[in-house]
């Protein structure tokens, strides 16, 4: 799997509302109800994660899920980066 350019990183981030290119990563922040909603979110996540063998680095406090992804092996953002935000979007708008 090959780094994205920062520009391919941009236009793909065009169809990725909220995300944004970060040191190295993609990220964005939810916000939930409560803590229940957030983690029961994060759960159906990590179902998703294990399915596509990528790992978010995140962090959950109290009702807020930050989440930042890039591939380790290549250093930087990958396609695989890219799917996984799409699917995150789909299960957070779920």
């Not at 981030?13 to 939810?30: A, R």
Request: hydrophobic residues 35%; negative net charge; proline residues 1%.
């Amino acid at each position: 799997m090959e780094k994205l350019t920062d520009n391919e990183i941009e236009k793909a981030l065009q169809g990725l509302q909220g995300w944004s290119l970060n040191n190295g990563s993609i990220s964005k922040s939810f916000k939930f109800k409560d803590f229940k909603e957030a983690f029961s979110t994060m759960t159906r996540i990590a179902f998703e994660c294990e399915a596509q063998n990528h790992h978010p680095n995140w962090e959950n406090v109290y009702n807020t899920l930050n989440i930042a992804l890039n591939t380790h092996d290549v250093g930087g953002v990958t396609q695989k980066d890219i799917r996984l935000a799409q699917s995150i979007e789909r299960i957070v708008g779920a």
